[in-house]
């Protein structure tokens, strides 16, 4: 089943990334799941790609704010700033907005955006523990010289799927890698999205393809 995550939203006409404007723009525009950053900061959690200042926080929409359209549609959750000392308190965060808004576990895919594989494993422990159930757990991938060890926490299911640029993406690393399992960022063309689908790859983050 091919799912197209609006990457930040669908940002058009000056709208923001990553602000409920964008949100309901994607949802106006046809998007059933939404790719989304976060940041664990004052013990809440805020939507940014870079780090906010604390000065514009007060701005920012908090995690629990991008649930107006609960079970409707689907969300990637890419966690910037989460590790070992900030896991616990993240997970009850998460917890606590998922459970008021009613959102059911299969319709989120976690994503700490972590590059080093032993902490990406204590995360992903983490979180299974704290579920207790299953969830959708996503390793990320963004530079060539990780894509065996990426490959392996999959085969060894720590991580359920591998969120990975998508110019990394070719038949040598699909050898190694399901594309079923692949969640490919950020594709903003058709002829790359159509030679994607070709290989295999039918999950992906855009800014622009509306399809």
């Excluded at 523990?129 to 390793?139: A, E, V």
């Excluded at 692949?182 to 999950?203: P, Q, R, S």
């Amino acid at each position: 089943m091919i799912k197209i995550f609006a990457h930040r939203g669908f940002a058009q006409n000056n709208i923001k990334q990553n602000s409920i404007a964008s949100l309901k723009n994607a949802f106006k525009n046809g998007f059933k799941a939404i790719e989304f950053d976060i940041w664990w900061l004052e013990n809440q959690l805020f939507l940014s790609h870079d780090k906010p200042s604390k000065t514009s926080l007060f701005n920012l929409p908090h995690f629990g704010d991008y649930f107006i359209y609960n079970n409707q549609i689907d969300y990637w959750l890419d966690f910037k700033n989460i590790d070992e000392s900030n896991v616990r308190e993240v997970l009850q965060l998460v917890k606590n907005d998922l459970d008021s808004n009613k959102i059911n576990l299969d319709k989120i895919y976690f994503a700490p955006y972590i590059t080093n594989f032993e902490l990406t494993e204590k995360i992903a422990r983490e979180f299974r523990n704290f579920f207790d159930k299953k969830i959708n757990f996503l390793g990320v991938c963004d530079h060539q010289s990780q894509i065996l060890k990426i490959s392996e926490l999959l085969d060894i299911e720590v991580i359920d799927y591998v969120s990975i640029d998508h110019k990394l993406i070719n038949k040598s690393n699909l050898e190694l890698i399901d594309p079923k399992k692949i969640f490919a960022w950020t594709v903003n063309d058709i002829h790359v999205y159509n030679d994607l689908m070709i290989m295999g790859v039918d999950k992906f983050a855009t800014d622009n393809l509306v399809i």
